[in-house]
């Protein structure tokens, strides 16, 4: 009862035989390849393709992914069930209920359960075969007579008739059991050959189901370690930003605090110049000279007076010069207000002078408070130096998390070739077409435009960047320091001792050792990115479009320091730092 439920589960909803070579769609349903296949076909002139299930559409023909798993269960159930190909072809005389077949008569055309079979046995003598529904397959299709042997010659079955009197008389046969033997020899014995490139090949397939695995776990691992990396990229940002807006907030507080303070200043100068210009108003209300030359001590002069004078410049305080009304009165002896020669312009320049003392202070006040004149903007070179520095830390971070160092790239002038013109900084190289009347030295390329970096790798994972101006052909890669200064070898595409991406205008190359590979890219992108892992051979070239795109990855196992290297014809290269 389980085996009759577990075949009907395996049977095709279309064919209702069990799955061959069975195929999902995306909706989730199984269906035997070449039954599907049928079933799109016909729906290929309506243009809209559906499930024979449930009846879901899909935009276009759906792809059909062979399911594994429900083969190698069809296979199992087979083999658990050798008697099922049998059931299929029941009882040709067993009309009430179907009977399965064990044999089928050729003779006959009929199929036989085993209460027929002993019948059919005591009244005839006719050809047995297995349980079939085909018998046109097991006869002769000229003669119709059961085929029995097997021509050698024209690997054909035959009956009795083609053998003696058809095409193939004189034809070496064999009986076909005979000859069903010997083929089944021979498959056997190309099965045993088979059988270890199968157990290779599942071994392969296995080698890459767990490399699959490793790549997940490794795809996995990677992400989760991103977004602790991106989280922590967050907080070191968050930490900047409360930095700046903290300077920012300090320098208000600062220059506020000094406009406050410098109001703080006028308001008390106000306040002084008001009880001044009242009391001097109240003064001018006087009539009586005499009295008004005893009781007031200010009295107003011009700068021009105050320098007739001869001021000395002294500074005297507000007693003295009468700033508070009622104090400091300007004191005049009875003894030269009795001399004839003391009269009324003698006590007037005497005031005045005093008065002149005062306006000076009040001057001196006016010029100290200009100096302490507080700045109108922010201090934008104080944010962003903190601003550079927060994104610099985090700049750090990230590289250090990545075990990636970025250097810092200056070329030799003394290994450069003396039509190149190197930039001030040392970070570009161009190729003038004039004589840069360089001194001769025993580093210095003397074929070729090239230049040689200062700084050399002999371990540890680098990145750095080079833009290209996108005229005229030039070269970036790595090098050994012993490469050759002059002669062919010395180029950086003809020798064993560099590697090198070569853009131009048309097309990207690769050379190694005198390899040229031609990358599948089109050259847009000026800017190329390259990363060097020194202790695990790698060296990486990749285009900074956007998104990034990866042109080629040279593999070595590398001897000596590497040097940057590039090559110019026609074209500038910078080494951006």
Known sequence: MASAELRDELNCSICLSLYTDPVSLRCGHNFCRSCIVSVLDAQEAGGVYSCPDCRVEYPERPALEKNRKLSNIVERFLSTQPDMEKTRTFCSYCTKSPVPAVKSCLQCENSLCDDHLTVHNQTMDHVLSEPTSSFGKKKCSIHKKVLEYYCLQDATCLC?????????????????????????????????????????????????????????????????????????????????????????????????????DLMKKMEIKEDELFRKMRHMEEMCRITDPIRLLQESGITVCSHA??????????????????????????????????NNETDIK?????????????????????????????????EDVQISSILHRSLKDVITYVTSKFGIHVPDILLDVDTAHTYIGLSEDLRTASDLDINQERPESPGRFQTYCQVLSRCSFSSGRHYWEVEWNQIGDCGIGMSYPSIERNGDQS???????????????????????????????????????????????????????DPIRHLHTFRASFTEPLHVILYVDGASVKIRS
């Open 346 to 378: 003698t006590v007037l320049q005497e005031s005045d002078q005093r008065t002149s003392l005062s306006n000076k202070r009040v001057v001196t006040e006016e010029a100290a408070v200009r100096d302490n004149e507080v700045a109108d903007d922010l």
């Open 160 to 260: 009795v008739s083609c053998c003696l009197f058809g095409k193939h008389r004189g034809h070496q046969v064999e009986h076909l059991v005979e000859a069903s033997e010997k083929k089944k020899k021979k498959l056997r014995k190309y099965l045993d050959e088979l059988n270890p490139q199968k157990a290779k090949n599942q071994a392969k397939i296995q080698s890459l189901y767990n490399d699959k695995g490793k790549i997940q776990k490794r795809v996995s691992e990677k992400r989760k370690n991103i977004n602790t990396l991106f989280m922590n990229i967050r907080e070191q940002l968050d930490i900047a930003e409360r930095k700046v807006l903290s300077e920012i907030s300090r320098q208000e507080m600062k220059m506020v605090s000094q406009i406050d």
């Open 491 to 545: 180029a950086i595409t003809q020798n064993d001792k560099s590697w090198c991406l070569f853009l131009s205008e048309e097309k990207h190359l690769a050379f190694d050792n005198s390899v040229k590979i031609i990358l599948d890219v089109n050259p847009t992108c000026p800017t190329v990115g390259v990363f060097l892992d020194y202790e695990a051979g790698r060296l990486s070239f990749y285009e900074l479009c």
């Open 305 to 338: 007076d105050d320098e007739d004078t001869g001021g000395d410049g002294g500074q005297m305080n507000s007693e003295e010069v009468g700033l508070v009304p009622g104090q400091a009165k300007v004191q005049v002896s009875d003894s030269k207000v009795q």
